[in-house]
């Protein structure tokens, strides 16, 4: 399987990252490389294995329902939250208006 | 069988209606961080780091958001994977930090069930009705972009984002806009008894992304499109028809229905293509590598179905087998505080010997008159099921007749008094002192002497006159039994 | 009066307890020497006021009895860790005067047992990278030459390079490294210092920009075992903000080393003998089989049959995790904004992220958006985490019977910076030996085994059953007092 250029753009367009033709081009080459590359794992038989779900045997733990309860996940600091926004606008984020 | 059909130039064809609810999710906290979900705070106020993406942050799921989630799935009988996990959800907007929505695609945590919408003649729909449930999954709500505070900029507030909600994914097994409207009253019904969702419509708690499409009936499904976001039961059936209408006439102009997402605009009660957003979606979904997969324990399982609730079906059933008919049975389990109160009103009404139809009727006629013209519901209503207990239990008893309880219960409304006691100040009590109402019977065939004599000739339904006049007399505090048996005797 | 900056953190701490020296002494000197080693490259932002701060608590502490674990020690942090107002970038343009308003764990962990920043290390960007050269803040040189008469600068390893040059060039005693792939091992080994990357959850990954979110794990880099050891104890630990954290006790690993291997058995894993490789590095790990059999232990020969499998794997699931995990980087709440005139929002993600983002970010953003995508994600990213369970089970059936794994840490001495960086492929090759502990999740070190003929350092890996980081420091214990390692680069700064 090779990608063109034309995947490469639609590839960065997904991950929103604008790209040059110069890129494109350039970045044509290399992904086919590690695409290319990383296509040995259809050599192996797989038959019957699970893919890794968890690396160490562990269970997932839940929290319990309350609020704040440790102040570095819960709520009630705008301040924190907006500190280092490009654009915070009286308590919000501002970005581009969008045209829904 | 639904008979609704648009009626086309080629012939009638038949609509075809699947419905994913997103039902947000009763809690104190976010499903993977500690911030309030509270309706109505300050921008910005209900958000954790978590909740904003900021790097390094990691999502811990809530404990309560897993059951609450369970529990509904109990309720709808559906089957609860043990094992279940979470995906991420990849895509750009300004309403998701974290540039993907943890959600739950490849094992959800719940699996098929149903859902039994009740035969409503008037509606269309002559049986009862199962539809089907797919899946019942858990993902995150997305933040709010405000467009009109600024001219060239949107804004954000994430106050929103990270809220948990179930997706509840119905088979496409309805087929008319009633039955879709029967289905998501009946579905916010049962996650308001069970308590997971407070189904408030107003305020976001509920939205259904409407799926329809049109076939002509017996042909293979035909192409759907799906309308986004729609937040009350009325619209829901607006989508509904308008969308199937907009279908029929498009194929049958030469068009074809492309699949894609619409929004519907309740301004002038049409869907429009949302074609923008739908540029090449490709939402590159994978297990959430910041979570291990989600297993649940037997203990667990145990306590979610033990913590639930009787449910509309168990109590309308219930209520059935009381003798209270099936229309006052739909009505007062419809709505979870009318079957608390209700509930509570025959365990305290039945000690004082009425019955439950009677009591049914009551509530469902003069109650809900009451509220209705005072503009409340029965959260907030000046009586309570003890009170109106008190009120059935004299007219049960002879204490006064049903005339009277409608007084004594208007006095009770406007001046919070209980009902013996407005009964005992303004002497309303019943009488069954014979001497009293035959010295007024006596008097009445006196004076309408013509009327006898044309009773007597064989008018017989002039009997009730006679009655109404006695109870007028006695100013509606005869027993209307007592006052029957001496109006034969006298005029036999 | 001896140079206070050659004291690994053991003595530091107990020289610091017996008055030999203050705290403010300590720092001082390593601050001098962070201060007059600009060319090294190896701070993104320099802290002595940081370090200063702690030490000076550290002497108030002494005097009044309330000496914490690591009180006096001054320690360089990964810039991948977020520092309550410190600037943490992450090595890259995106994050440049990001300033956090919290402190990951594994930091707050480290300041709460006593110890003090000296300044905050560059790394590969997003720690993405083998060679410490995709720094949007310049490539970290390490202090190391070859001894072959040129003056060529050598890459210090990646992504933990500014940490591993710190240590070996005495401007930190000890430093943060974080693991995906190697990225603690490799410039350990490339610098002729010590590194572990422990269990999979033993550190907290609460606070540390994400790569890849099954992969990374934090982990100490130091002079020597004793000191990882130490470290290790005061970085690991349960954090109920992470819910890949294990919930387990950290074991005294400092009081239960022990180089005594006896009733030890070493794993030595045939497919990890690559044809073609250079012959200093066989020689070595042969010289390392050897030391272990000295220090009491069995050697045994194990397959790890799925090995060549590995760095694919990797190289699907890795990328696959960071083009997801680096989303959040949209120029909307913290970070660049680039937004070109009349930009709309997506023009604006797209202008951000292609500015904000270094070329190999792009690239392994790229491969990971589309071994996800629509149609590929079964032939690739399914059939990648189904290979990574056959390479758990490896090791797995492997360690019924050894306890430990002996192998190089990487395929080469450090190459010169430039060398590899026009080709992707040959430098993901690189981490060939050390990807695969890191799809399984198990502790690994490196240790300073040798020089090879250039008079480059070369390390040693042990990898060890899950949760037994004792059993890999003891064995890296015994071949550090064999080895007698004690070469170190001439300063050339």
């Known amino acids: 399987m090779t990608i063109d250029q034309a995947t490469v753009r639609k590839i960065a367009s997904l991950a929103r990252i604008a790209i040059s033709d110069a890129e494109a081009a350039a970045m044509e080459g290399e992904l086919n490389g590690i695409l290319g590359w990383v296509e040995q794992l259809g050599e192996v038989d797989v038959t019957g294995v699970e893919p890794m779900t968890a690396v160490i045997p562990n269970t997932l733990r839940l929290r319990d329902d309350v609020i704040d309860a440790d102040p570095l996940t819960g709520g009630n600091r705008r301040d924190d939250v907006l500190a280092n926004a490009p654009a915070a606008m009286h308590g919000f984020f501002g970005v581009p208006k969008v045209i829904e | 069988m639904s008979d609704y059909r648009i009626k086309g130039e080629t012939g009638e064809w038949e609509v075809v209606i699947g419905l994913e609810v997103h039902a947000q999710i009763t809690t104190n906290a976010k499903l993977f961080s500690g911030a309030a979900t509270a309706f109505g705070a300050e921008p910005n106020t209900q958000v954790s780091l978590v909740d904003a993406a900021m790097p390094g942050m990691l999502p811990v799921p809530n404990r309560e958001c897993i059951r609450q989630a369970v529990r509904t799935g109990m309720a709808i009988e559906a089957q609860i994977n043990k094992w279940s996990r979470f995906d991420r959800k990849n895509y750009f907007y300004a309403d998701l930090p974290q540039g993907y929505q943890i959600s739950q695609l490849y094992h959800p945590l719940v699996g098929e069930g149903a859902i039994t919408v009740e035969a409503d003649e008037k509606a269309g729909i002559p049986e009862p009705k199962v539809i089907g449930v797919e899946r019942i999954h858990v993902e995150q709500d997305a933040g709010k972009l405000m467009h009109d505070q600024h001219p060239t900029m949107s804004y954000v507030d994430l106050n929103r984002s990270g809220v948990a909600l179930m997706e509840i994914v119905s088979k496409p097994d309805m087929r008319s806009p009633a039955e879709a409207g029967a289905y998501v009253r009946k579905l916010r019904a049962i996650l308001r008894y069970v308590g997971s969702c407070d189904g408030n419509m107003e305020e976001g708690s509920m939205r259904a992304d409407v799926n329809v499409s049109v076939r002509k009936p017996g042909d293979e499904f035909g192409t759907r499109t799906e309308t986004k976001n729609v937040n009350s039961v009325r619209f829901v059936m607006a989508v509904i028809e308008g969308e199937a209408k907009r279908q029929v006439e498009l194929i049958e102009s030469g068009g074809t229905v492309v699949q894609e997402t619409r929004l519907y605009d309740p301004d002038r009660n049409e869907t429009r293509s949302m074609r923008s957003k739908e540029d090449a979606h490709d939402y590159r979904y994978f297990p959430d590598p910041d979570l291990l997969p989600l297993e649940l324990d037997d203990a667990f399982l145990a306590e979610c179905r033990e913590s639930l609730p009787e449910l509309p079906d168990a109590k309308r059933d219930r209520y059935l087998a009381l003798g209270i008919s099936a229309y006052n049975a739909d009505v007062l389990t419809a709505e979870v505080e009318a079957a608390r109160w209700f509930d509570t009103l025959l365990e305290v009404g039945l000690a004082t010997g009425a019955k439950p139809a009677t009591a049914a009727n009551w509530v469902t006629s003069e109650l809900f008159g009451a509220l209705n013209r005072m503009g409340r519901d029965l959260t907030d209503s000046p009586v309570s099921p003890e009170q109106a207990a008190e009120l059935l239990g004299l007219v049960a008893d002879g204490t006064i007749s049903g005339t009277i309880a409608k007084q004594v219960f208007e006095k009770m409304l406007e001046s919070g008094d209980g009902a013996a006691a407005i009964v005992e100040r303004d002497g309303l009590k019943q009488t069954s002192d014979t001497g009293a109402i035959e010295a007024e019977i006596a008097k009445i065939l006196t004076a309408n002497a013509d009327k006898v004599e044309q009773y007597k000739g064989g008018k017989e339904a002039l009997f009730g006159f006679f009655v109404g006049q006695t109870m007028k007399a006695m100013q509606g505090k005869a027993n209307p039994q007592v006052v029957n048996e001496l109006l034969k005797k006298a005029l036999s | ?493």
């Open chain 3, 1 to 493: 009066m001896t140079d206070l900056t050659n004291l690994t953190v053991a003595q530091i701490r107990d020289g610091h307890r017996a008055g030999d020296f203050s705290a403010v002494e300590v720092a001082e000197a390593f601050s001098a020497n962070v201060a007059g080693a600009k060319a090294l490259n190896a701070f993104i932002v320099e802290t002595p006021e940081h370090a200063l701060a702690a030490a000076k608590t550290a002497d108030a502490d002494r005097a009044a009895g309330t000496l914490k674990p690591l009180s006096g020690v001054p320690i360089g942090m990964k810039d991948l860790f977020c520092t309550d107002g410190v600037q943490t970038t992450a090595a890259s343009h995106m994050l440049e005067g990001f300033v956090p308003r919290y402190e990951s764990t594994v930091s707050q962990k480290l300041w709460d047992a006593g110890a003090g920043m000296l300044g905050k290390l560059n790394l590969d960007q997003f720690a993405m990278g083998s060679s410490n050269e995709t720094s949007y803040f310049g490539n970290v040189i390490s202090p190391w030459k070859r001894k072959d008469g040129g003056n060529a600068s050598l890459a210090p390893g990646g992504s933990s390079g500014g940490s591993s040059t710190a240590i070996a060039a005495r401007l930190c005693p000890a430093a943060t490294g974080t693991d995906t792939g190697g990225s603690i091992r490799q410039p350990a080994a490339f610098t002729g210092i010590s590194g572990i990357k422990p269990t999979y959850g033993r550190c907290s990954r609460w606070g540390i920009v994400a790569f890849a979110s099954s992969l990374d794990q934090a982990g100490p880099m130091a002079r020597d075992v004793r000191d990882c050891a130490i470290m290790l104890e005061n970085m690991a630990g349960f954090d109920p903000k992470d819910a890949t954290s294990l919930n387990m006790a950290v074991p005294n690993l400092e009081a239960a080393l022990s180089s005594d291997l006896k009733g030890k058995t070493v794993g030595i894993p045939k497919e990890y003998r690559l044809e073609g490789i250079d012959p200093d590095i066989d020689a070595m790990w042969d010289a390392g089989i050897a030391m272990l059999k000295d220090a009491g232990a069995a050697v045994v020969e194990i397959s790890l049959p799925h090995t060549k499998y590995a760095l694919p794997a990797y190289y699907i699931i890795a990328p696959a995790e960071a083009s997801s995990n680096l989303a959040r980087y949209d120029g909307v709440r913290y970070g660049l904004r680039a937004l070109p005139q009349g930009a709309g929002l997506q023009d604006m993600y797209a202008a951000t992220r292609a500015e904000g983002f270094g070329a190999e970010v792009k690239r392994r953003i790229m491969i990971g958006t589309y071994v996800l995508s629509a149609g590929f994600y079964d032939a690739y990213y399914t059939q990648a985490q189904k290979v990574r369970t056959l390479i758990a089970r490896d090791f797995e059936r492997a360690f019924a019977s050894c306890d430990v794994i002996l192998a190089p840490t990487a395929p080469s001495a450090a190459f010169g910076l430039g060398e590899k960086m026009a080709d992707p492929l040959s430098m993901y090759l690189n981490d060939v030996f050390a990807v695969p502990a890191s799809l399984a999740g198990l502790p690994a070190m490196s240790v300073p085994a040798a020089l090879n003929r250039e008079g480059l350092p070369l390390g040693l890996q042990i990898i060890g059953k899950a949760f037994d980081e004792q059993g890999v420091l003891n064995a890296g214990l015994a071949i550090e007092e064999r080895a007698g390692f004690t070469a170190r680069a001439e300063k050339w700064w």
